[in-house]
């Protein structure tokens, strides 16, 4: 299995089977990411800004939802999986943070934290970079254009995660290709 970090933040390769070695890679790779913006990782649950818990995703297609669907059929890429690690900063209640890793889907076109619990389709609440070589990250700030089009709280999201979920999207499923319901890391 080999890795590849680059400048832009990182891209990697999976083998099949190798779903435990790549979480801990994630997670090292995740670690030096939030030690480079000055962020801590304690035992058991990584905080961010020394306070702010650090919410996780488990992305897969398994987890897409249509609308209208009643039947259990598979609408995201069955395939495709990936993680999302979402933060706030202390000092700042209106910034957000996040980390995004997707593989064995096509090029994303976009990505999204939207509101909804698990197995329930909800409005986008945060724009998020689009993961098209496999990974994004960034920060985004309340009143930030076209970041929050439903102008949520950066607080309400971080104080509620099981009511949010990320959601990659591309041109093969465009209504979701991975999803994942936000909870606290640990």
């Keep these: 299995m080999q890795w590849e970090v680059t400048a832009e933040g990182g891209r990697s390769a999976f083998d099949e089977g190798h779903t435990h070695m790549r979480k801990k890679m994630l997670l090292a790779v995740t670690t030096a990411t939030f030690a480079a913006a000055g962020l801590a990782v304690t035992a058991g649950v990584a905080t961010a800004g020394h306070s ?16 209208g669907v ?3 059929r598979n609408v995201g890429d069955p395939n495709g999986r990936g993680e999302a690690y979402v933060f706030g900063i202390d000092g700042d ?9 997707v593989d064995k889907i096509e090029p994303a076109t976009a990505a999204h934290i939207h509101e909804g619990a698990r197995g329930e389709n909800g409005p986008v609440v945060a724009s998020l970079a689009a993961p098209a070589d496999g990974n994004a ?7 930030e254009a076209g970041k929050f089009p439903t102008n949520e709280k950066v607080a309400d999201i971080l104080a509620d995660p099981s009511n949010y979920y990320v959601n990659v999207h591309n041109a093969e499923y465009p209504g979701g290709a991975i999803r994942g319901q ?5």
């Design 52 to 67: 702010n818990i650090v919410l996780e995703a488990d992305l897969n297609g398994r987890s897409e939802v249509a609308n």
């Design 70 to 72: 009643t039947n259990n």
């Design 93 to 101: 209640a209106t910034t957000l943070c996040y980390v995004l890793t």
């Design 137 to 143: 990250a960034d920060c985004l700030t309340e009143g």
């Design 182 to 186: 936000l909870s606290p890391q640990g």
